[in-house]
């Protein structure tokens, strides 16, 4: 009868940082991270497929995934690639004090894409 519990969710692990609503670019988005920036990410990353689970709206793109400056120029470039120069991170992040960047968030990255043309 221990069992009769359902098993907890791995994530979040945690609720989303106090400080998201005053990230960069406006309020946090509200819902889900598109799959295709969630792929993106990942692959940016070189990071196997289980890491995507950290990448929620609020997840900081310094302190909760824990890219480095290379990792970002690789998101920048398929960011690029695939959503086209108005979606550059490198654009964003120009002029940010370090504060400003340490907040940006994935939801601050996604604000950047043009909107899905299809919604569900």
């Not at 791995?10 to 670019?25: D, M, Q, S």
């Not at 689970?53 to 609020?58: D, K, L, M, Q, S």
């Not at 990792?71 to 959503?83: G, P, T, V």
């Not at 086209?84 to 604000?111: K, Y």
């Amino acid at each position: 009868m221990a069992d009769a519990e359902p098993p907890v969710s791995p994530a979040p692990v945690r609720p989303g940082p106090p400080h998201a609503g005053a990230a960069p670019g406006g309020s946090p988005h509200p819902g889900r991270v598109r799959p295709e920036l969630v792929a993106l990410l990942v692959e940016a990353a070189g990071a196997p497929p289980e890491w995507a689970e950290r990448v929620t709206p609020t997840a900081l793109l310094d302190a909760d995934l824990m890219l480095d400056e290379h990792e970002i120029a690789a998101l920048d470039a398929l960011l690029c690639s695939r959503f086209g120069p108005s979606a550059g991170l490198a654009r964003r992040r120009a002029g940010l004090d370090l504060p400003a960047l340490e907040a940006l968030t994935v939801a601050d990255v996604q604000r950047l894409l043009p909107a899905e043309e299809a919604d569900r």
